[in-house]
């Protein structure tokens, strides 16, 4: 047997590397790309889905302040519970392409602000009663109403009215918005019975699961929901996630068989890992980045000149290379990325000791800067901050590290103190992201970022429906986050999780951790 027979033979038999290791490895052995993609997509595509048995997920996130209602999911184990037993009107794919989900078609007018979404009949909600398009109106209106906390609130402020029509939802929206479609996407616009209206903790809807255990920041759970509409996913009879937020704990259950996959795999250790038996390492680049968030209307951040310092006082190159071990890049203080479609280069800012001591200085601040950090942040956060503390000194900041518990750390330290570490999976478009986390009247702006030109800029981008104009907005856009923002964006990450031996039907999703958060709905258990 040849080399390159072996290697193939070897690939296939046991699937055990990665898209990235098995086309470099191809690579080195003379096999042309063309080919290797091509034997590659052979391979998945003849892995036949199994169905049965109870897959079980160990995650990093959860907390005993989690709850059921979409609108306030904060963190990846009630997202990625979500996306197991909810669904929205569309699927953003892999290729970041929209789908149809419980939308079966949609369009607008010419000038797109009428968008028309045709629902999907014979859908059942998990309590037995068929979905409508008066359920899909009633979920818009609370994620739309002020008083909801949602999360999907920024996005939601550009629509006027939404109307039943037959059996068509119409958005009439107050200006142009030709990234609505993806919008509807955000994974905390689940359709709901009444949208939630009566009881939005209940965690009914349509997905492939129906929820049977709810022990928040301990275990969830949900058995296959026996009227499911569709049959690409939802192969498992039940689902489990184990919340383990100790990262090596949650290795140590995935070598021993108590759970099939994990998310937030450390950078640090994969090199190790991938020698493990049977376990796999699947890393995919896309929007997430990892952050140091500060108020900008809380003093002393609310000093642009401390901002600055605080931005140049960070060594990005040192944390991509000893936080990310490679498995990244580095930021740029915006969230907006080359991952993005209509992304403009900038100059990248590095660090620059005199200028942060220029700035540091003419904020007129003395003292320490308090920054809260916990190892539910990301991964290596706490690490990551004791760097910035050091690279910081050099320029005669002095950063205070207060480690803070996982458990409660997105409830009671996230978005609610002003200087602490952050992590954003991305949205689809800039629009979304920059609505979700930087719009001024947005529930989850962060960072309290509140301008008046960037709002306008941002709207105005929304009806831009030529290419070239609207890119040239995001641009500036994106000059206004970075140099007057409270966003300290110093790397960006791929995200790591690792599967067991058992695992079938896993491919690279970079929308998101856990193949865009559809892993325990589109895997299955190999016999």
Same mark, same amino acid.
Not at 162 to 182: R, Y
Not at 490 to 505: E, K, L, S
């Given at each position: 047997?040849?080399d390159?027979?072996?290697?193939?033979?070897?690939?296939?038999?046991?699937?055990?590397? +990665?898209?990235?290791?098995? %086309?470099?490895?191809?690579?080195?052995?003379?096999?042309?790309?063309? %080919?290797?993609?091509?034997? %590659?997509?052979?391979?998945?595509?003849a892995?036949?889905?199994? #169905?049965?048995?109870v897959?079980?997920?160990?995650m990093?996130g959860?907390?005993?302040?989690?709850?059921?209602d979409?609108?306030?999911?904060?963190?990846?184990?009630?997202y990625?519970?979500?996306?197991?037993?909810?669904?929205?009107?569309?699927?953003?794919?892999?290729?970041?392409?929209l789908?149809?989900?419980?939308?079966?078609?949609? =369009?607008a007018?010419?000038d797109?602000?009428?968008?028309?979404?045709?629902?999907?009949?014979?859908?059942?909600?998990?309590?037995g009663?068929?979905?409508?398009?008066?359920? $899909?109106?009633?979920?818009m209106?609370?994620?739309?109403?002020?008083?909801?906390?949602?999360g999907?609130?920024?996005?939601?402020?550009?629509?006027?009215?939404?109307?039943?029509?037959?059996?068509?939802?119409?958005?009439?929206?107050?200006?142009? @918005?030709?990234?609505?479609?993806?919008?509807?996407d955000?994974?905390?616009?689940?359709?709901? *019975?009444? =949208?939630?209206k009566? @009881? *939005?903790t209940?965690?009914? =809807?349509?997905?492939?699961y129906?929820?049977?255990?709810?022990?928040?920041?301990?275990?969830?759970?949900?058995? #296959?929901?026996?009227?499911?509409?569709r049959?690409?996913?939802?192969?498992?009879?039940?689902?489990?996630?184990?919340?383990?937020n100790?990262?090596?704990?949650?290795?140590?259950?995935?070598?021993?068989?108590?759970?099939?996959?994990?998310?937030r795999?450390?950078?640090?250790?994969?090199d190790?890992?991938?020698?493990?038996?049977?376990?796999?390492?699947?890393?995919?680049?896309?929007?997430?980045?990892?952050?140091? /968030?500060?108020?900008?209307?809380?003093?002393?951040?609310?000093n642009?000149?401390?901002?600055?310092?605080?931005?140049f006082?960070?060594?990005r190159e040192?944390? $991509?290379?000893?936080?990310?071990?490679?498995?990244?890049?580095?930021?740029?203080?915006?969230?907006i990325?080359?991952?993005?479609?209509?992304?403009?280069? !900038?100059?990248?800012?590095?660090?620059?000791?005199?200028?942060a001591?220029?700035?540091?200085?003419?904020?007129?601040?003395d003292?320490?800067? %308090?920054?809260?950090?916990?190892d539910?942040?990301?991964?290596?956060?706490?690490?990551?901050?004791?760097?910035?503390?050091? +690279?910081?000194?050099?320029?005669?900041?002095k950063?205070?590290?207060?480690?803070?518990?996982?458990?409660?750390y997105?409830?009671?330290?996230?978005?609610k103190q002003?200087?602490?570490?952050?992590?954003?999976?991305?949205?689809?478009?800039?629009?979304?992201?920059?609505?979700?986390?930087?719009y001024?009247?947005?529930?989850?702006?962060?960072?309290?970022?509140?301008?008046?030109?960037?709002?306008? !800029?941002? /709207?105005?981008?929304?009806?831009? /429906?030529?290419a070239?104009?609207?890119?040239?907005?995001?641009?500036?856009?994106?000059?206004?986050?970075?140099?007057?923002?409270?966003?300290?964006?110093?790397?960006?990450?791929d995200?790591?999780?690792?599967?067991?031996?058992q $695992?079938? =039907?896993w491919?690279?999703?970079?929308?998101?951790?856990?193949?865009?958060?559809?892993?325990?709905?589109?895997?299955?258990?190999?016999?």
């Amino acid at each position: 047997m040849t080399d390159k027979m072996r290697f193939f033979d070897g690939f296939f038999a046991n699937g055990g590397m +990665s898209r990235r290791e098995f %086309l470099g490895r191809a690579a080195t052995l003379g096999v042309s790309a063309a %080919l290797a993609q091509s034997l %590659l997509g052979t391979s998945a595509h003849a892995e036949s889905p199994v #169905k049965g048995g109870v897959l079980k997920a160990g995650m990093q996130g959860g907390a005993a302040t989690d709850s059921l209602d979409p609108a306030i999911f904060e963190s990846q184990v009630s997202y990625f519970f979500g996306r197991q037993w909810g669904e929205q009107l569309v699927q953003i794919d892999a290729k970041r392409e929209l789908q149809p989900a419980l939308a079966e078609e949609w =369009g607008a007018s010419k000038d797109a602000k009428i968008w028309t979404f045709k629902i999907r009949k014979g859908v059942q909600f998990h309590n037995g009663k068929e979905m409508t398009p008066a359920d $899909v109106v009633a979920t818009m209106e609370r994620h739309s109403d002020a008083n909801s906390k949602s999360g999907a609130l920024g996005i939601m402020q550009g629509i006027e009215k939404i109307a039943v029509d037959g059996q068509n939802v119409v958005f009439t929206l107050k200006e142009a @918005n030709a990234d609505l479609p993806f919008l509807m996407d955000d994974y905390h616009l689940m359709i709901q *019975p009444n =949208g939630g209206k009566d @009881n *939005p903790t209940e965690g009914i =809807g349509t997905g492939p699961y129906k929820v049977t255990v709810n022990q928040s920041g301990v275990r969830l759970g949900g058995e #296959k929901f026996a009227n499911y509409w569709r049959d690409d996913r939802g192969f498992a009879d039940q689902i489990e996630i184990i919340v383990i937020n100790d990262a090596t704990a949650r290795m140590s259950a995935l070598q021993g068989g108590q759970v099939h996959m994990i998310n937030r795999v450390e950078p640090k250790v994969v090199d190790l890992i991938k020698r493990l038996p049977g376990i796999t390492i699947r890393n995919v680049s896309g929007h997430g980045h990892y952050l140091f /968030l500060a108020h900008c209307n809380t003093a002393p951040f609310d000093n642009n000149d401390l901002r600055l310092a605080l931005k140049f006082a960070v060594d990005r190159e040192e944390l $991509v290379q000893k936080i990310l071990k490679g498995y990244g890049s580095v930021g740029n203080d915006t969230p907006i990325n080359k991952s993005y479609p209509l992304f403009t280069e !900038m100059e990248q800012r590095t660090f620059d000791p005199d200028k942060a001591k220029f700035h540091y200085k003419k904020s007129g601040h003395d003292g320490t800067v %308090l920054l809260r950090t916990s190892d539910v942040a990301f991964p290596g956060a706490v690490d990551a901050a004791q760097l910035y503390q050091q +690279s910081a000194a050099k320029a005669g900041i002095k950063i205070e590290i207060k480690r803070e518990p996982g458990d409660g750390y997105w409830s009671e330290v996230w978005n609610k103190q002003p200087f602490s570490a952050s992590y954003w999976g991305g949205r689809p478009t800039q629009d979304q992201m920059y609505s979700t986390a930087y719009y001024s009247k947005a529930q989850w702006n962060d960072t309290r970022f509140f301008n008046e030109k960037f709002d306008k !800029m941002l /709207l105005e981008a929304r009806a831009e /429906l030529d290419a070239d104009k609207r890119k040239k907005l995001y641009a500036d856009m994106g000059q206004i986050v970075r140099n007057e923002g409270g966003a300290i964006v110093p790397m960006f990450n791929d995200f790591i999780d690792a599967t067991g031996p058992q $695992v079938g =039907g896993w491919y690279e999703d970079g929308n998101q951790e856990m193949m865009g958060g559809y892993a325990l709905s589109k895997c299955w258990l190999k016999t």
